[in-house]
């Protein structure tokens, strides 16, 4: 897997010279074809996969649960819950009537492409229209890995601060929707959403947005009808 091309460098410390590897590019390489090879058999299949991302605690299985219950009736949902070291969320998810499967990371704090193909086959996917994944909770790794998704999303809760796109840009530049949850709670805190905005569309001009919450179920609507449309038009060959 790690060709003898990529030993780029030679290291040299004051005692005798080293060699230096770069594997990250290749990992990420090798990750981006199994990605490839995922997305085109989901195509085959009709199912559509989405991945969420966000830090711990921003409300993701929380939007999660109210999404499959609008959706019911509409799409066959299942949801791949990815943790490092637990299954509280499955719990969670099953215990409302949801499919759900569990995957345990044992301490990595990302999901790539073979552990979501691995999870899906689990889940029989095939028999979906719609797949979801809760990726780990964090802005940083998840971002790295492409998944095998269709499109990627990002939920950043308002109590988190409108400040987090200048932070983490990569996972804001790479994704396709976001989402600003606890909106109920926005006027407890500082977060400004046209400063927000501004922060988020210098790294990835005109994303779309909803503004949401999982408490109140605002913009739970809109959201459902965005998922609708891309299934429908997936299914059709219309997108992707
Ligand atoms: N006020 C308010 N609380 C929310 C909202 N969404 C989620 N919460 C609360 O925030 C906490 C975390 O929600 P979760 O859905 O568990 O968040 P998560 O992103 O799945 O967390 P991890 O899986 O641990 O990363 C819970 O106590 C939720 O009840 C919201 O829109 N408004
Ligand atoms: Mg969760």
Not at 107 to 115: E, F, K, P, R, S
Not at 141 to 168: H, M
Request: proline share 2%; aromatic share 6%; charged share 30%.
């Amino acid at each position: 897997m790690y060709e003898k091309e990529n030993e780029k460098s030679i290291g040299k410390n004051s005692r005798e010279e080293f060699r230096l590897i770069e594997v990250k590019e290749d990992i990420l390489a090798d990750n981006k074809s199994e990605a490839q090879n995922l997305r085109n058999r989901l195509k085959q299949a009709g199912t559509y996969l989405l991945n969420l991302m966000s830090s711990p605690g921003s409300g993701k299985t929380s939007l999660i649960l109210q999404l499959v219950e609008n959706l019911r009736g509409d799409l066959k949902t299942g949801v791949i819950e990815a943790d490092i070291d637990s299954s509280v969320d499955t719990e969670r998810l099953t215990g409302a009537g949801i499919k759900a499967l569990q995957l345990r990371t044992g301490g990595l704090c990302h999901i790539d492409a073979v552990m979501a193909a691995r999870g899906l086959e689990a889940l029989e996917a095939e028999l979906l229209d719609l797949a979801i994944i809760e990726n780990i909770g964090n802005l940083v790794c998840p971002a790295e890995f492409d998944t095998g998704a269709f499109k990627n999303a990002v939920i950043l809760s308002v109590t988190e601060g409108d400040d987090k796109p200048r932070k983490y840009p990569l996972v804001f530049s790479i994704c396709d929707l976001v989402l600003i949850n606890k909106i109920d709670l926005l006027d407890y805190t500082d977060f400004e959403l046209p400063r927000f905005k501004e922060n988020l569309f210098k790294v990835n001009p005109g994303v779309e947005c909803f503004e949401v919450s999982a408490r109140t179920g605002q913009g739970i609507q809109e959201w459902s009808s965005w998922i609708k449309k891309e299934v429908w038009d997936f299914q059709q060959g219309k997108a992707q």
